[in-house]
C-alpha cells in the first residue's frame, strides 16, 4: 500500500477524510492514510498590509516537508 501522510485541522474540515479511513475508503484505493495533527499558528497583529500575511499560514506541516499532501 502507497503510505499518505494529511495534517488534521478543524473538524469542519477534517471531518470527510476521519469518516472516510473509518469507512475503509482509502483502504480500498491501496492508501495506508494517516494523520497528523496540524499545528497551530502563532497569532498575527492586526495589518491593513495584506504583504504582512504568511499565505502558509497554518500549514507549516507541508512546508516542513511532515505531510505528503497540501490540503488548502
Known sequence: MKKV??????????LPWLVAKDNGL????GLDME???????DPVA???NPEDINPI???T????G???????
Open 5 to 14: 501522510v494529511s495534517e488534521i485541522s478543524g473538524v469542519v474540515f477534517s
Open 57 to 59: 499560514l497554518g500549514h
Open 26 to 29: 482509502f483502504e480500498a484505493e
Open 35 to 41: 494523520f497528523v495533527k496540524a499545528l497551530r499558528p
Open 46 to 48: 492586526r495589518t491593513e
Open 61 to 64: 506541516t507541508f512546508e516542513q
Open 66 to 72: 511532515q505531510v505528503s499532501i497540501y490540503r488548502a
